[in-house]
């Protein structure tokens, strides 16, 4: 299937599923916000974005039957912003986790429905089951679009960069046993939060799961040739092959692997000097 990842169009990536793009483009957003619609008599929308008046006026118009439900993979700041205000229009039941605590978090999503793991939206078109996955955020969920074997990831996989994991919320050992958990999910394409749609799902997340542990291993080798180091003169050493412009953001990814090392009894953390355990 043909698609063209530009924000206010909207196209149909698999079957029954339809995107539109939120126009947010940048260096954590990829070409921004994947929104997508699901059904044709009565809409669910996952992730509305933004708060981008446009681009709710686009997903409202788009749909072309009523919004009955919103649904948001987590609150950062690029997924769910826009929720309320879709809500408000709409009168949609709002359905997710609710944020916690800390930075970078969307405080006005206020869900109707708190979804657990493996509850379940039903509605007359279609199943769409809760999948929890923190790692990126503690409040992280995936949508299992049942009939299609359609995964929503949200940030949980993307298209096109790597994840960020930033502590506290964001746990490194959590991400990777999230990943893995979905490997017993039959699942036949993921549709992610920024980017194109995948249609080898176990392939990419095998890959992400051995990108990972390759980053951990060069963790563990720079920590070995340079103990005593803070996390930020480690970056240069872990991430040589990222863009410095880059550095601040792979300091935070780096900063989730060491904490993920030391809950293992393989790193020590000394006055915020890092050394192995
Ligand atoms: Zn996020």
């Known amino acids: 299937m043909s698609s063209e990842l530009r924000a206010g169009i909207l196209q149909e990536?698999?079957?029954?599923?339809?995107?539109?793009?939120?126009?947010?483009?940048?260096?954590?957003?990829g070409p921004g916000t994947n929104t997508y619609l699901l059904g044709r008599d009565?809409?669910?929308v996952i992730d509305p974005g933004p708060r981008i008046d446009a681009h709710i006026d686009a997903i409202a118009e788009g749909a072309g039957a009523p919004v009955r439900w919103i649904l948001a993979t987590h609150t950062h700041p690029d997924h769910s912003p826009a929720v309320s205000a879709l809500a408000a229009m709409t009168g949609a039941e709002v359905l997710g986790?609710?944020?916690?605590?800390?930075r970078h978090q969307d405080r006005t999503f206020h869900p109707d429905r708190i979804l657990d793991d493996a509850d379940v939206l039903k509605t007359a078109e279609f199943e769409l089951q809760a999948v929890h996955t923190p790692g990126h955020a503690s409040n992280h969920v995936c949508y299992l679009l049942r009939k299609h074997r359609c995964l929503f990831t949200g940030d949980h996989i993307i298209n096109g960069s790597t994840v960020v994991i930033d502590p506290p919320?964001?746990?490194m050992q959590q991400y990777i046993e999230s990943l893995r958990r979905l490997k017993d999910i039959d699942i036949a394409s993921i549709a992610p939060g920024h980017g194109e749609v995948f249609t080898n799902p176990y392939e990419v997340i095998d890959w992400i799961i051995d990108h990972r542990l390759e980053r951990e291993g060069k963790v563990i080798a720079a920590l070995r040739k340079n103990p005593a180091s803070t996390s930020m003169e480690l970056v240069a050493v872990v991430y040589k092959d990222v863009d410095r412009a880059l550095y601040p953001v792979a300091e935070r990814s780096l900063l989730a692997h060491l904490i993920k090392l030391k809950d293992e009894?393989?790193?020590?953390?000394?006055?915020?000097?890092?050394?192995?355990g």
């Open 42 to 44: 009565a809409i669910a």
């Open 265 to 276: 009894g393989r790193a020590v953390n000394d006055q915020g000097r890092w050394r192995q």
């Open 169 to 171: 919320d964001g746990n």
């Open 13 to 29: 990536v698999a079957t029954g599923v339809r995107r539109l793009v939120a126009p947010n483009p940048g260096m954590m957003t």
């Open 97 to 102: 986790r609710p944020a916690p605590e800390g």
